[in-house]
């Protein structure tokens, strides 16, 4: 093998820096300006103007991994344990996930109808009678496992039912339409 070379030119490409950071919960500090506008001040050199709280994984792990976002929607950071948070950052965060993840349990179907595509439901919830539209219902219902259902109405509104299994006939047979 004279005159050939043998040797392998590998190429290595550095790893690709992740688009936000891992946040130490004791360096963030949450609160509200004079213009009730949420703040993000990330340890005494960054500060981010209305800013929103969201869960990285809402469904599966909701107690865990709180993400930032800024005005644009990009992701300043995450805090994987939030109890890590001072008090009053930990309470501002809660009241914001609770708002933006407001999401009433369904218990019982009253009425379901059909219309050209777009699904009309009375039901009743822990939060009282609600009325809510659908469109193309078996694209706005998920299947979350164990029985949980999750459907999002034509406002963005979340609506959950916990056990489908466990309803009253009617309500499964009404839900079963949709499943």
């Not at 213009?35 to 994984?57: A, H, K, N, P, Q």
């Not at 992701?75 to 009053?88: Q, R």
Request: with cysteine; proline share 5%.
């Amino acid at each position: 093998m004279d005159g050939v070379d043998m040797s392998v030119q590998v190429s290595v490409e550095p790893e690709k820096e992740p688009d936000f950071e891992y946040l130490d919960p004791a360096s963030v500090r949450l609160f509200r300006s004079g213009r009730g506008w949420l703040m993000l001040e990330v340890g005494d050199d960054r500060c981010y103007i209305d800013v929103r709280v969201v869960r990285s994984f809402p469904l599966s792990d909701p107690g865990h991994y709180y993400g930032f976002l800024n005005a644009k929607d990009r992701v300043i950071g995450i805090i994987v344990d939030p109890s890590g948070l001072d008090p009053g950052s930990r309470e501002i965060a809660e009241q914001e996930l609770t708002r933006r993840y407001f999401t009433p349990i369904i218990s019982r179907f009253i009425r379901m109808r059909e219309e050209h595509g777009v699904v009309y439901s009375d039901v009743e919830t822990n939060l009282g009678p609600r009325e809510f539209v659908v469109k193309g219902m078996r694209d706005s219902i998920l299947d979350l496992g164990d029985g949980r259902v999750l459907i999002n109405d034509v406002e963005g509104n979340r609506y959950m039912v916990k056990d489908w299994h466990g309803l009253d006939s009617k309500s499964k047979k009404l839900l079963e339409r949709v499943l």
